[in-house]
């Protein structure tokens, strides 16, 4: 096509696919130049605003390694990652909620009751619950991969002061499909804002707050695995979450309870001097296909 306009370049692009292009691909990148024209359309981009799109590209790029995942965290303060967990979300079961960078995928096993709070200050979080299916049945053998941060809203991979496996644990359920571990009472953090994403949230007028939560990814064989993250109800930033993570089921209430009631078969490094806290939530799985 020679006479390029305005108002015949989507259809030009779409018209330049190969014949065996892949449909879901073809379908994918039509909806994505349609959408982009249009934007650009829109906003009645000019040259000088497109330089500095592309060069807060380029600087996304610098940004992003092994460790420092800046194009999820575009993702996420976008709405974006939520967009397409709530997108493939399923019925019955517990909601999913974003990933984020910060997952590491050779976390360690842990037993039932694992102490991940250690010599960490904070107050003890006993955390514990059933894995089941849409019915309730429990489900042996399912594994919970658990992370959270340090008191110091860092995870390991931000933080020289914490082993790699800090925070990090992989534990499975027992025949009732229990779980169960102690840990530090999470604590509310920042995204990373040292970056072009902390440069965007800045220059939106944004804060980067996350409420305090405990992430788990649960995989059972014969389920769809849930990615998912649990929230108190207390937290100041449960509706103002940067990333959009919060959904209504994952809110749940920290019950207080006295020190002499600890129960048995918990590690804990730490003391209770008076009262410790209980997350007493469960995580029901779809089975796939
Ligand atoms: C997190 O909860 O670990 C997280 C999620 C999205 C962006 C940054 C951090
Ligand atoms: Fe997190």
């Known amino acids: ?14 018209g330049y696919f ?9 379908e994918i990148m039509g909806s994505l130049a349609s959408h982009l024209h249009a934007f650009a359309k829109d906003v009645n981009l000019t040259h000088e605003e497109w330089n500095l799109g592309i060069a807060f590209l380029e600087r996304m790029t610098e940004f992003t390694d092994k460790e420092r995942h800046e194009f999820v965290l575009l993702s996420d303060v976008l709405g974006l990652s939520s967009l397409v967990d709530m997108i493939n979300s ?13 997952h590491i995928t050779d976390a360690p096993d842990i037993p039932f009751g694992f102490d991940m709070k250690r010599h960490y200050e904070g107050e003890v979080l006993l955390a514990t619950g059933r894995v089941t299916d849409p019915d309730g049945n429990p489900i042996e053998g399912a ?10 809203g860092l995870y390991s991979s931000q933080d020289e002061e914490q082993d790699t496996y800090s925070f990090h644990g992989i534990q499975t359920t027992d025949a009732e499909g229990r779980y169960g571990f102690t840990t530090v009472k999470p604590v509310s953090y920042e995204v990373p804002t040292d970056g072009p994403v902390g440069d965007l949230l800045d220059a939106t007028g944004r804060h980067a707050w996350r409420p305090s939560h405990l992430h788990y990814i ?51 490094s730490g003391k209770v001097d008076e009262t410790y806290l209980v997350a007493d939530f ?8």
Do not use: H
Not at 143 to 152: E, F, G, R, S, V
């Open 143 to 152: 594994k919970l991969d658990i992370w959270q941060t340090a008191p110091n």
């Open 1 to 14: 096509m020679r006479n390029v306009t305005k108002d015949n370049i989507t259809d030009v692009f779409k």
């Open 18 to 26: 190969g014949p065996d292009t892949d449909p879901r691909l073809r």
């Open 90 to 102: 399923v019925p019955d079961g517990t909601s999913s909620s974003v990933l984020g960078p910060f």
């Open 218 to 268: 649960i995989k059972a064989d014969g389920y769809r695995p849930l990615v998912t993250e649990i929230f108190p109800d207390n937290d100041p930033y449960l509706d103002n979450d940067a990333v959009f993570g919060v959904r209504e089921d994952l809110v749940m209430t920290y019950v207080e309870k006295p020190a002499d009631t600890f129960p048995e078969g918990y590690e804990l």
């Open 282 to 289: 469960d995580l029901k799985l779809v089975p796939t296909g």
